[in-house]
């Protein structure tokens, strides 16, 4: 954890740029009924039956300090999904040579690892690929430590909690969020410091048992 939050401390380097990736599910519904348009004074109303047409999933791509992110939409979260976010990283959103290392803030899910590059692309264009990453994973069950969970978060309050009727339809959704955000350079302020981490987790730190003294033995072979 505290990996992670020495990371988020570091000032801006658009050379070593940190960068935090997410997904989320989003189910598509149609309309079984007609809805209600909005007149003046009164909302839109939606029947509560409607049609189930199958789930997409979301990738999420933020750099919190520079108020930047990207959205993918994909009819998977597989492997090659996840391949292909990583390559759109590397190659085309921070392809410029003077990135020399991305951090790549992800968790652990199983299919969340550099070396799947290895499947999917060329051995030589995949280790290039590595060289200029750099994966700092989130502890188990510490998955809020990721920053993109919160940009997860507003893009949903800000239009996609809501009735998805299409694959297309959350695509343009998401791509009007995006540019909306990226238009005002909306960054993240990470205010969950190393202090208060020890202040408010304490209790899941190891416990010192007594202050820490050489041993003879030790301090006669120095």
């Not at 003046?40 to 992110?69: A, H, N, Q, T, W």
Request: aromatic content about 8%; some cysteine; glycine content about 6%.
């Amino acid at each position: 954890m505290e990996e992670i939050l020495d990371l988020y401390e570091k000032p801006y380097d658009r050379k070593q740029p940190v960068v935090c990736l997410d997904e989320c599910s989003i189910e598509i519904h149609d309309e079984k009924a007609l809805p209600i348009e909005a007149k003046p004074g009164k909302i839109k109303k939606e029947d509560y039956e409607y049609i189930r047409k199958g789930m997409c999933s979301v990738f999420v791509v933020v750099e919190p300090l520079r108020g930047k992110r990207w959205g993918i939409v994909s009819g998977k979260r597989g492997k090659a999904e996840f391949v292909e976010v990583l390559r759109k990283i590397i190659e085309e959103w921070y392809g410029e040579e003077e990135v020399t290392k991305i951090h790549l803030v992800i968790d652990n899910l199983n299919t969340h690892k550099e070396s799947l590059l290895y499947e999917y692309l060329e051995a030589e264009r995949a280790r290039e690929n590595i060289k200029r990453l750099e994966v700092h994973y989130t502890p188990v069950h510490g998955s809020w430590l990721n920053m993109a969970e919160i940009e997860i978060g507003a893009l949903m309050t800000q239009s996609l909690r809501r009735r998805i009727k299409s694959v297309e339809m959350l695509k343009e959704e998401l791509r009007t969020c995006v540019e909306e955000r990226n238009k005002e350079s909306k960054g993240i302020q990470w205010e969950f410091t190393k202090g208060k981490a020890r202040e408010k987790l304490g209790r899941h730190y190891p416990k010192v048992r007594k202050e820490y003294v050489p041993s003879e033995f030790i301090s006669r072979t120095l």
